[in-house]
């Protein structure tokens, strides 16, 4: 089991920055590939970037490529995604995700998930 906690969450103007944090433990954090994820009011959720298991790799939407950044650090266990130049659109629960398969951009191709955290962003 892998237990996913996010934080970093809250309420920028457009044009801002925010810093997701996801902590992981339970299993060995090297042994995952990350993803974050993000759910607006009424819509599905949808796939926002995955990063390999040492960081060697990612994979971004086009939604937000060029904007936001994946890092990650296995000694602390943690995936970072930082936000750059947030839009309205941007506003949703931002989930991660957690899987020993990398590459993966739905759903279903992630076992463990985060309970969220609400990023806002206003016009």
């Known amino acids: 089991q892998v237990q996913l906690v996010e934080s970093g969450g809250g309420l920028v103007q457009a044009g801002g920055s925010l810093r997701l944090s996801c902590t992981a433990s339970g299993r060995t954090f090297s042994l995952y590939a990350m993803g974050w994820f993000r759910q607006a009011p009424g819509k599905a959720r949808q796939f926002v970037v995955t990063i390999s298991r040492h960081g060697s790799s990612t994979y971004y939407a086009d939604s937000v490529k060029g904007r936001f950044t994946i890092s990650r650090d296995n000694a602390k266990n943690t995936v970072y995604l930082q936000m750059n130049n947030l839009k309205p659109e941007d506003t949703a629960v931002y989930y991660c995700?957690?899987?020993?398969?990398?590459?993966?951009?739905?759903?279903?191709?992630?076992?463990?998930w985060g309970q969220g955290t609400q990023v806002t962003v206003s016009s």
């Open positions: 995700a957690a899987d020993q398969r990398y590459g993966g951009t739905s759903n279903g191709d992630y076992r463990y």
